[in-house]
Nanobody
Framework: QVQLVESGGGLVQAGGSLRLSCAASGRTFSNYAMGWFRQAPGKEREFVAAIRWSAAYSYYGDSVKGRFTISRDNAENTVNLQMNSLKPEDTAVYYC???????????????????WGQGTQVTVSS
């Protein structure tokens, strides 16, 4: 089992920045690919970003490319999401997820992930 706890959400004005963190506990964190997803009211869960175990590969959803950066610290068992140039449409609950084995090319797919955090709310005001 892997337990995931997100933090860092909040209210920010458009154009501002937030940094989300996800603390993992349980099994060896470095063995897992990690992802961030988000879900806005009335919308489906959306892929935001993912990073492989070695941090050599990272992937981003089209709507956040160039604005968000995912990183991980295997020594601290954390994965972070730096969000810059935030827009009102970034408002959502953000979820951290862990996968023991992501099929090649499917880092964006929520069904590839085995464990999920409870989520943290991000609200961007216009």
């Amino acid at each position: 089992q892997v337990q995931l706890v997100e933090s860092g959400g909040g209210l920010v004005q458009a154009g501002g920045s937030l940094r989300l963190s996800c603390a993992a506990s349980g099994r060896t964190f470095s063995n897992y690919a990690m992802g961030w997803f988000r879900q806005a009211p009335g919308k489906e869960r959306e892929f935001v970003a993912a990073i492989r175990w070695s941090a050599a590969y990272s992937y981003y959803g089209d709507s956040v490319k160039g604005r968000f950066t995912i990183s991980r610290d295997n020594a601290e068992n954390t994965v972070n999401l730096q969000m810059n140039s935030l827009k009102p449409e970034d408002t959502a609950v953000y979820y951290c997820a862990a996968s023991s084995s992501v099929y090649r090319g499917r880092d964006y797919a929520s069904d590839e992930y085995d464990y999920w955090g409870q989520g943290t709310q991000v609200t961007v005001s216009s």
